[in-house]
């Protein structure tokens, strides 16, 4: 059984803020984020801690999300993730960014002081990190432009160092809206546009892309119903292959799972092995009993291909070796004939008869005779001739008057 753990944060009542730069639904988009990942996702309540301005205490622990609580549960509590298989963070308020990097504003956090009263990102990411749970997810609904009533939004620049961070961490983050834009509170829905939005469509897509897709289509049909410039959420997975993964391998929806099967199959065909056996482990993990079934079987299938192949590969390189081989063993024996075998030696330089060469190689007795033999009868030939011919002119001059 997959071991999930969530954090929910929602705060409209803000301590240090004007009355006009409070939130009206922040708390009921973090309670129905809670209610999503608990009823539908299959996380266990116990292990989603819902911080907002009126959750109730865990025993004798303050939800209470204000700056040394969310700390505490940070540091403390939710390091009980660890080795999670999934761990979400979802924040609905206000963002800052001050001069040393992005800051969620808790509950008691001063716009001014944000070092020393509000929640630094970083912090964060650190934190979430250390659970080294498999996958990690933040789902942000805040603004990242100038304040409005209607809006969740304090500074202009506020996320950059969010996703830098997220990369770094390898974690999945989903803004509400980009740089400069305003994510707004729709009153006739009593919800936050991104958290309705985004909830909806968890409940038919778990895989980014088609998350994405979906936010896409949907979020200008709510722009023609109510008079909000809602802007396209952001979504950023880190790394890039979960952008075609489901976030919640354990509730995966029909439509996610016939969909990996689709790319499965085609990585297969095109001879992707290696995404493709990662493909069909989605499905294991995804998938109803004849889908896993399909599964395992193509990943036999794939393991034998491989196999196949290594062998296939294998037998060339040895061929390819032995040909090589081969070419040099010739071209060594031709090097070594032409030594033994031609007047001039490579290795000393000095003129060599081929046939006293031969005797020496072959040893004594017989063949050293007879190369003996030839040696002398060669000498005669070659030295005789010359020293009678020269004794027969000597004799001659001697002769002559």
């Given at each position: ?62 939800t ?11 540091r ?38 944000l ?124 790394p ?52 896993r ?26 061929l ?12 060594r ?10 007047p ?23 063949s050293?005779l ?25 004799r ?6």
């Amino acid at each position: 059984m997959a071991k999930n753990w969530a954090i929910a944060i929602g705060i409209n009542q803000y301590e240090l803020l004007p009355s006009s730069a409070h939130l009206h639904y922040a708390v009921r988009d973090a309670e129905l984020m809670r209610e999503f990942l608990h009823q539908t996702a299959g996380f266990p309540s116990e292990n989603i801690l819902l911080c907002s301005d009126s959750s109730p205490a865990i025993g004798r622990l303050t939800t209470r999300p204000s700056r040394s609580n969310l700390r505490r549960i940070l540091r403390e509590e939710i390091q009980q993730a660890r080795g999670a298989d999934n761990l979400w963070f979802f924040f609905a308020g206000h963002g800052m960014a001050g001069r040393n990097g992005d800051y969620f504003l808790p509950i008691d956090g001063n716009p001014n002081d944000l070092e020393d009263t509000a929640v630094s990102v970083h912090f964060v990411t650190e934190c979430l990190r250390q659970c080294q749970a498999k996958n990690v997810v933040l789902v942000l609904d805040m603004c990242r432009n100038e304040g409005r009533t209607d809006s969740r939004d304090i500074s202009v620049n506020v996320g950059e160092q969010t996703i830098e961070l997220a990369r770094q961490q390898g974690m999945i983050t989903m803004f509400s809206c980009s740089r400069g834009e305003r994510s707004y509170e729709i009153p006739e829905l009593q919800q936050g546009a991104f958290t309705y939005c985004l909830v909806n469509g968890l409940k038919q897509h778990t895989i980014l892309r088609q998350l994405e897709q979906y936010l896409i289509q949907e979020i200008p049909k709510l722009r023609q119903r109510y008079p909000y410039n809602i802007p396209i959420p952001r979504i950023i997975p880190e790394p890039g292959w979960k952008y075609d993964a489901p976030l919640l391998p354990g509730y995966a929806t029909q439509s996610d799972v016939g969909l990996l099967i689709k790319q499965a199959t085609g990585a297969e065909l095109n001879e992707e092995f290696e995404q493709a056996k990662q493909l069909w482990w989605q499905v294991v993990n995804a998938g109803t009993n004849i889908e896993r079934a399909e599964a395992q079987n193509a990943l036999e299938r794939i393991n034998k291909k491989q196999v196949t192949n290594f062998r296939s590969l294998s037998k060339l390189t040895l061929l390819s070796k032995s040909t090589t081989e081969s070419d040099e063993e010739v071209s060594r024996r031709k090097k070594a004939d032409i030594d033994n075998y031609s007047p001039f030696s490579s290795k000393t330089g000095k003129r060599k008869s081929h046939m006293m060469a031969e005797a020496i190689r072959f040893g004594t007795g017989r063949s050293f005779l007879i190369m003996t033999l030839l040696f002398v009868g060669l000498v005669a030939i070659v030295i005789v001739p010359p020293l009678l011919t020269q004794l027969e002119i000597s004799r001659l001059e001697k002769n002559l008057p």
